[in-house]
T-cell receptor, first 113, second 112 residues
Framework: DAGVIQSPRHEVTEMGQEVTLRCKPI?????LFWYRQTMMRGLELLIY????????DSGMPEDRFSAKMPNASFSTLKIQPSEPRDSAVYFC???????????FGSGTQLSVL | SQQGEEDPQALSIQEGENATMNCSYK?????LQWYRQNSGRGLVHLIL?????REKHSGRLRVTLDTSKKSSSLLITASRAADTASYFC????????????FGKGTLLTVNP
């Protein structure tokens, strides 16, 4: 298995633009997590899904952020409109269940100018 | 807010020495997990210890869990320069819907 695949690897955009981050979890995994990592705030859990259903989105910072999981093999995290303070590394992770170990993707480095 | 705090925030040792990192958490956990992150990469799982376990080993890694103190420690024995990385503990908790939340990590530097 190729592991968790995230795209793009790097994204540079201007303030106000829409940004879409993509994630393909490991086949057979039922849980998917989106995290954001910054020096100031560390690793923050944004939202997680179980069997494609959003379970907890309390970590999503604002209404500008939205996430979807239309099927078991694909998820997106969208920021619209983007702001400079959204600059961070965004990680997607998947697991067999919400009680098991996570497998992380390589992350998307987002820079909003 | 995120749960769990690692201590120390940074640790610098010589190759061959042992490294101990501590983690404190706040809730009732299902399990506690330790991860490693090399610069610019995603986190890699090291060890998962369940709430009814007290100690677990994997190669040069030893993890202990004290649920009465809500704390865990990660010991890396005979450290190598390649162990240089950030180490995070994640607490798996949440009642009916479990989730994994992390502290800010310990940056370990192993000098050759």
């Amino acid at each position: 298995d190729a592991g968790v695949i995230q795209s793009p690897r790097h994204e540079v955009t201007e303030m106000g633009q829409e940004v879409t981050l993509r994630c393909k979890p490991i086949s057979g995994h039922n849980s998917l997590f989106w995290y954001r990592q910054t020096m100031m705030r560390g690793l923050e859990l944004l939202i997680y899904f179980n069997n494609n259903v959003p379970i907890d989105d309390s970590g999503m910072p604002e209404d500008r952020f939205s996430a979807k999981m239309p099927n078991a093999s694909f998820s997106t995290l969208k920021i619209q409109p983007s702001e400079p303070r959204d600059s961070a590394v965004y990680f997607c992770a998947s697991s067999l269940s919400t009680r098991e170990k996570l497998f992380f993707g390589s992350g998307t480095q987002l820079s909003v100018l | 807010s995120q749960q769990g705090e690692e201590d120390p925030q940074a640790l610098s040792i010589q190759e061959g020495e042992n490294a101990t990192m501590n983690c404190s958490y706040k809730t009732s956990i299902n399990n506690l997990q330790w991860y490693r992150q090399n610069s610019g990469r995603g986190l890699v799982h090291l060890i998962l210890i369940r709430s009814n376990e007290r100690e677990k080993h994997s190669g040069r890694l030893r993890v202990t869990l004290d649920t009465s103190k809500k704390s865990s420690s990660l010991l890396i024995t005979a450290s190598r320069a390649a162990d240089t990385a950030s180490y995070f503990c994640g607490e798996n908790s949440g009642g009916s819907n479990y989730k994994l939340t992390f502290g800010k990590g310990t940056l370990l530097t192993v000098n050759p």
